[in-house]
């Protein structure tokens, strides 16, 4: 159904298809004789040769352990860089241009990972400016898993209660326009590039996706901070970003790409199947069928008024010619052959159920005094937007 105005269809009765199962290298060894030759030759004798020979392998020996010890260390340093790239750092949210006031900039970085992660070793630049392991080396500074973590412009000791460090003037004021690197040793974990930042408001990656490092490499997922967290300051430094979108939204599918949804139109989503009351159970699910590929986020499903929105960073996609279903509770996922999702809303013994994306309206079922253990669903010759 397209509209509003026509009545909703009435789906005939079927019984339901549904079941209840379901080191250095090793160096000849030295044999001094007992009688040792004393002639002396082209480079002194063979004792003080024989000495010189025994210190340089001596040497070699002891620098080989310095090397190895060095080896170490590097190897150590290595291993930290390492984790700290596979932890996902990244770039969430700047607040830049501050004219007159560079000490009210600031920088959020997201760890996503589940394990904290030590700043020893990482360093942020600015373009030649750069923050350097030395600034917060003495107070072994972390970023807690899950959590945002704020630098400011600010002198450490003056830095805001949202910030865990204050850089002061080591890094510089931030430009308008400008391009921040995280880097560990030689590996570069994260940029983060913007343009044209407003006057007062921070630039922020959109709270949709989960800040790592290939989400925010697209400055059109980017946007103005709108929330006042100080006057005349506007973002959301140590907590998560305000929405950016309010219709047109990006997902990630399941290539780990960022692309736009792929939003259904009128007659591309069909309500097929609805199970209301299951006999002797609380399982209550519905079908969809999707006649073109298309993604699934940002539709809102309504049973008698009550509303409820599939949202999330993922790209909720399904092909075309694809049957969906939803089904209420994990108890009922656990007893049906298959379920695609899970809503909460009860689906009464008489009632209505439609799909709405941004207040279009793309279908609509009713159904009156269902019978428990039978499903009412729509006629498979039927499943297009004229006849449904």
């Known amino acids: 159904m397209g509209n509003r105005t026509r009545p909703p269809i009435d789906l005939q009765p079927t019984f339901s298809a549904f079941t209840s199962s379901q080191m250095p290298s090793d160096v000849p060894a030295l044999r001094p004789t007992t009688e040792m030759p004393t002639r002396p030759g082209r480079f002194g004798s063979y004792a003080s040769r024989w000495t010189a020979h025994a210190f340089v392998l001596l040497l070699l020996a002891l620098s080989q352990g310095c090397l190895a010890r060095i080896d170490d260390a590097f190897s150590a340093d290595r291993k930290d860089c390492m ?15 501050q004219q007159g006031d560079p000490g009210a900039d ?43 973590w704020v630098l400011s412009g600010a002198p450490h000791e003056l830095r805001p209660n949202y910030s865990g460090f204050g850089y002061g003037n080591r890094l510089g004021p931030l430009p308008a326009s400008g391009t921040l690197t995280l880097r560990c040793d030689d590996i570069e974990l994260d940029t983060f590039t913007w343009n044209d930042a407003k006057p007062g408001h921070s630039v922020q990656l959109d709270p949709n996706l989960l800040p790592l490092p290939h989400t925010n490499d697209d400055t059109s997922v980017l946007c103005d901070g709108t929330r006042e967290f100080s006057e005349g300051r506007y973002g959301t430094p140590g907590s998560i ?124 079922v009713s159904w009156e005094d269902v019978e428990p253990g039978i499903s009412r669903s729509l006629d498979p010759d039927h499943r297009d937007e004229t006849s449904n």
């Open 241 to 364: 970003n305000t929405p950016c979108f309010e219709s047109e939204r990006l997902c990630i599918d399941e290539l780990e790409n960022l692309r736009s949804k792929d939003r259904p139109q009128v007659g591309e989503l069909v309500i097929t199947e609805v199970m209301p009351l299951s006999a002797g159970t609380s399982e209550q699910w519905f079908e969809l069928y999707t006649l073109e590929s298309l993604d699934l986020n940002d539709i809102t499903l309504i049973v008698d008024g009550a509303r409820e929105t599939l949202q999330g960073e993922r790209c909720f996609e399904s092909a075309e010619e694809t049957r969906i279903v939803f089904a209420t509770g994990d108890a009922a996922a656990a007893r049906l052959p298959r379920v695609d999702y899970i809503f909460s809303t009860p689906l009464p013994e008489t009632g209505t159920l439609a799909l709405e994306i941004d207040g279009v309206l793309l279908d609509e």
């Open 83 to 97: 984790a700290a790239a596979e932890a996902g750092l990244a770039f969430s949210e700047v607040l830049a241009a």
């Open 106 to 148: 600031f920088i959020e970085v997201f760890n996503p990972s589940p394990f904290d992660v030590e700043m020893t070793g990482i360093e942020i630049f600015l373009g030649p400016h750069r923050l350097t392991e030395i600034a917060w080396e003495d107070d072994e500074i972390e970023i807690p898993a899950g959590e945002y």
